[in-house]
């Protein structure tokens, strides 16, 4: 059994995709989950998603 999440994690990873639809869909497949949280720029788009800790990473589409 794992232990519950105490505190934020101190590492962020952002994994650079093609298409983030995509991404998002792969990663999903994995158990991880979309918080909802998006941001759109003029160089791309970055999404926040979560793994099944929920430890937060992003997903990157550069354009």
């Known amino acids: 059994m ?3 999440k105490h505190g934020k994690v101190r590492l962020h990873l952002d ?5 983030i639809e995509v991404g ?8 991880s989950r979309f918080t ?3 941001h759109d ?11 099944p800790e ?7 589409q550069y354009y």
């Not at 720029?41 to 793994?51: F, L, Q």
């Open 54 to 60: 929920g430890h937060e990473f992003c997903l990157v």
């Open 15 to 19: 994994v650079a995709v093609d298409d």
């Open 2 to 4: 794992t232990e519950p």
């Open 36 to 38: 909802g949280e998006r």
């Open 24 to 31: 998002i869909a792969q990663v999903r497949t994995l158990a």
């Open 41 to 51: 720029y003029d160089e791309g788009v970055v999404v926040v998603m979560a793994d």
